[in-house]
């Protein structure tokens, strides 16, 4: 049987299948990089053009009474809070994933006094190392990188926080976020989990493992639209102890007393800094709903039938690329990456055939399975493409190598 043959019989029994109608997709193409910006759910055009004409143009401010644009951050946070196994009151979608990971650094350095060392790997997501080094900057902590084998060894008495992302950016490669933030526990040291590769794509309980803190983004597999706003965790038992750093109006107690001293506001909502971008919060609410309506458990068992179905097809075509994302799917997020060492044309040349996945430096080809809006057909035809363009060798024309601006 063809794989095309097989693919048709996978996504005729897919209980998910008519979820991709949800969605807004170029015609023809095979859309492989969800894990860096989300597909647009039709229903967010309506929805924000409702934000903009009526909520904006009609109410105008009073439509932060009215519309609930004061309550969003944390409405949409309570949203966010069964994907990730926490409760409706320590989750607030507020400022991006970089501005949440500093603030909470540096509330969880506050929060082990005499400790001043970030604990965190080589070729974790660069922003979670800059906000280290920028704290270390200013002398208030001190940045330590194990490899992921020698994380729990690297745990000492200076180690103030575990700054880790639960699936690796890069290669796919899933933490065992239970034993590690135990590790961290008994070491005496706080753990801060990076989601943004995880939440909405695989089962996260992070009260189930006793997490401390948690930071995620808005744009990837919660389809919340280019620079959605972010979201922050904080374990209820850290709350009365919370500091964090950026203490803005909208973090305040009583933000229209206009005291000319901070006070911070109880809970959860401390954690917001600035006006909440309410544009933004409109999709992200939408994405949100659409992910928490399909739910996690239903889209990561189809994102690992999706994943294994692929590499059948290379298999099928006798493609054999290094795969650098881990071999067995329960220990991976919602992609995989292979090696290459012309990985930049190998995807440039994809993209040309309508198949969009993405290039990592120096030589990965990183491809994420969406599994809300991807299709066993788009599987098959993926690995077509891809088992195609290796055999011709149309990766080495110049068009497909000029590596300009890669992102």
Known sequence: MTPESRAAEFDAADPLSGYRERFTLPQGAVY????????????????????????????????????GW??????????????????????????????????????????????????????????????????????????????????????????????????????????????????????????LWDLSHSTGAVPIDLNGVEADFAVGCGYKYLCGGPGAPAFAFVAERHHAHLQQPLTGWFGHAAPFAFSDDYAGAPGIERMQCGTPPILGLAALEIGVDLIAEIGVARLYEKSQALSQFFLACLGHHGVALELVSPARSDARGSQLSFRHPEAYGICQALIARGVIGDFRAPDILRLGFAPAYLTFADMAAAARHLAEVLASGEWQRPEFNRRAAVT
């Open 70 to 191: 004061f309550e969003a951050p944390a409405r949409i946070g309570a949203k966010i809070a069964p994907l990730i196994g926490a409760g409706p009151h320590e989750v607030i979608a507020c400022d991006s994933t970089s501005v949440n990971l500093f603030k909470l650094i540096a509330a969880a350095l506050a929060m082990r006094p005499g400790r001043k060392v970030v604990l965190s790997e080589p070729g974790n997501f660069p922003t979670d190392l800059y906000m280290i080094a920028g704290l270390e900057a200013q002398g208030l902590a001190t940045r330590r990188l194990a490899e992921r084998e020698r994380l729990a060894e690297a745990l000492d008495e200076d180690v103030a926080l575990l700054l880790l992302t639960h699936v690796h950016y890069k290669t796919g490669a899933m933490h065992d976020m239970a034993a590690l933030t135990r590790a961290a526990h008994a070491a005496g040291a706080l753990v």
């Open 32 to 67: 492989l990089d969800g894990n860096s910006l989300g597909a647009l759910p039709r229903a967010t055009l309506e929805g924000v053009c409702g934000v903009l004409e009526r909520q904006w143009g009609e109410g105008l401010i009073r439509s932060w009474n009215d519309a």
